[in-house]
């Protein structure tokens, strides 16, 4: 069955630090790949997304994430973190002909000034 | 462009006491609808989906049901609330197949049952 695991159930940063959250799938084919992003008592926001092609996608608010086949994992990435990236991240998987996504528990990320 | 809205935003109701949540989307035909339920810390478990008008489907046995009497409108049900079904409940939709494009989901239902 297809699952997501996002390891980190928190991560604390410091402001204008680099950052990296992870994401594993099990999956047997190539999933859709996606990332999303709530800020607290709101709905989810697409951040970026992976079909297919490059492996390295850039998303909006200067996220980027890179699909590793050999490790089943797709890793998002910002080179610099701003105090208004704290929010609540979630990995999600999908799959050709399927209705549904399945979603990882969520990061919850702390920027520290 | 396409918008999606929710409502209530905050919902406190008695045990017991009956649910209707609403969701509509607009600048879209024919889209698929879902209803994510997000308990306090945990992620989002998927509680309903709809591919057309009178379509549902259920992914967890529980005390909700859904409908859907119009394309473009997906409502969350209950006859009887329970302290269980406490949380924050979040409608998306997508354009046909949902995993190709992923969702667009609406600002959320915070729901206490006391």
């Known amino acids: 069955a297809q699952s997501v695991t996002q390891p980190d159930i928190h991560i604390t940063v410091s402001e204008g630090a680099s950052l990296e959250l992870r994401c594993n799938y099990s999956y047997g084919a190539t999933p859709y790949l996606f990332w999303y992003v709530q800020s607290p008592g709101q709905g989810l926001q697409l951040l970026l997304k992976?079909?297919?092609?490059?492996?390295l996608v850039q998303g909006i608010k200067g996220f980027e994430a890179e699909f590793k086949r050999s490790q089943s994992s797709f890793n998002l990435r910002k080179p610099s973190v701003h105090w208004s990236d704290a929010a609540e991240y979630f990995c999600?998987?999908?799959?050709?002909?399927?209705?549904?996504?399945?979603f990882g528990a969520g990061t919850r990320l702390f920027v520290k000034a | 462009s396409q918008t999606i809205h929710q409502w209530p935003a905050t919902l406190v109701q008695p045990v017991g006491s009956p649910l209707s949540l609403e969701c509509t989307v607009e600048g879209t035909s024919n889209p698929n609808l879902y209803w994510y339920r997000q308990a306090a810390g945990r992620g989002l478990q998927l509680l309903f989906y709809?591919?057309?008008?009178?379509?549902i489907s259920s992914e967890v046995p529980q005390n909700l049901s859904a409908s859907r009497p119009q394309d473009r409108q997906f409502i969350l049900s209950s006859k009887k609330l329970l302290l269980s079904d406490s949380g924050f409940y979040l409608c998306?939709?997508?354009?046909?197949?949902?995993?190709?494009?992923?969702?667009?989901f609406g600002s959320g239902t915070r729901l206490t049952v006391v």
């Open positions: 998306a939709w997508s354009k046909d197949r949902g995993t190709n494009y992923g969702y667009t």
């Open positions: 992976y079909f297919s092609g490059d492996t």
């Open positions: 999600a998987v999908g799959w050709t002909g399927g209705f549904k996504t399945i």
């Open positions: 709809s591919v057309g008008i009178g379509q």
